[in-house]
């Protein structure tokens, strides 16, 4: 066999091994423990599309209902709740999540939401669960971030059967989040202090227009955002703005694990961590900080480079690699624990 044959084979053989060890990383890496079965549940103003993610061996199963953040979010939060289903699958635990309002085909509009609205859905996606022989309603539990942490704490005392909650990166103060959202995206932007003060100034300007209860057209015409929101986004705004967790916190009844990412640029996870040790009942709270995760506690602040291809490439096909370390085997745990 001639040399320039040795190495082409050589080299063949390396790129198809390169090419099997790829394939067997994305089946390990989306490789999930559990199936789907799209479910449609009363909801209190219409029905709500949900997922429930059912693990894979007998039930009846304990259930983690999931609390979604701000925005447009579809039932599994385009795929990125897949890899936490996988890890309460393992520890036993059925998922379920819904498409927020007006999201997919479901009805309704998120932004005609108030707190306390999602609070109820939560409210009924619990009772639905009780009319499943295959949930053991003894074991429920919720998992919810950022928005969520004015929602759980409701949920939390409205609900006698809720055995647990997760919340990650919660936020206390929508006014104080709005605040340190936007510094933080400034930061990160390496803005100058001069535009740092200028964009302070108009928050500011906003916030009071806010407490006015100023309509739509007093803020077009105050000129605070250089994108103003649409119509339904500030009534939703000013819905919702007064929103503030301390109090709720006190009340909670059940084991709380709170998961904070030290990269957060959406929630002041420092004030987070100071009020729940302050609110929640000492032996009912577990604390664990991600120095290195994000909101979302990805890994590496993959959550704030989403036009990076590689960082796109990696959240398709190996979605559970996007996580900061541990937190994954940290819900598992978690959950297995509550229900021994």
Request: glycine share 6%; aromatic share 8%; proline share 6%.
């Amino acid at each position: 066999m001639s040399r320039r044959r040795r190495l082409t084979l050589v080299a063949l053989g390396t790129v198809v091994a390169l090419v099997l060890g790829v394939a067997v990383w994305v089946l390990v890496a989306k490789d999930y423990a559990f199936h789907e079965e799209r479910v449609t549940i009363p909801g209190p103003r219409g029905e709500l599309h949900g997922v429930l993610a059912l693990p894979s061996n007998d039930g009846p199963y304990g259930l983690v209902v999931f609390v979604h953040d701000d925005g447009p979010a579809d039932a599994d939060d385009g795929d990125h709740y897949k890899p936490l289903w996988d890890a309460f699958a393992q520890a036993g635990f059925a998922s379920l999540s819904w498409d927020k309002p007006g999201v997919e085909d479901a009805p309704g509009d998120w932004l005609d939401q108030s707190m306390h609205d999602r609070a109820t859905e939560v409210d009924s996606a619990i009772a639905w669960a009780h009319t499943r022989d295959d949930i053991d309603t003894t074991q429920v539990g919720a998992w919810g971030i950022g928005q969520a942490g004015w929602v759980l704490p409701e949920v939390a005392q409205a609900r006698p059967d809720l055995r647990f909650m997760i919340a990650v990166d919660p936020a206390i103060n929508w006014l104080r989040r709005d605040e340190f959202a936007a510094r933080a995206t400034a930061v990160a932007d390496d803005d100058s202090p001069e535009e740092v003060a200028a964009a302070d100034r108009r928050r500011a300007e906003r916030t009071a227009l806010i407490r006015r209860d100023a309509d739509y057209r007093a803020y077009l015409d105050s000129h605070v955002d250089s994108e103003p929101m649409t119509p339904a986004r500030w009534a939703f705004v000013k819905r919702n703005a007064g929103s503030d967790s301390t109090a709720a916190l006190a009340s909670i009844p059940v084991p709380t694990l709170l998961l904070l990412g030290g990269r957060d640029r959406d929630v002041d996870v420092d004030e987070t961590d100071r009020v729940y040790r302050k609110q929640v009942q000492s032996d009912l709270l577990t604390v664990k900080n991600f120095p290195e995760g994000t909101h979302r506690l990805t890994r590496n602040d993959i959550e704030y480079r989403g036009s990076d291809l590689r960082t796109f490439g990696r959240s398709v096909l190996a979605p559970k690699s996007i996580y900061v370390p541990d937190y994954l085997d940290t819900l598992r745990v978690f959950a297995k624990r509550q229900s021994e």
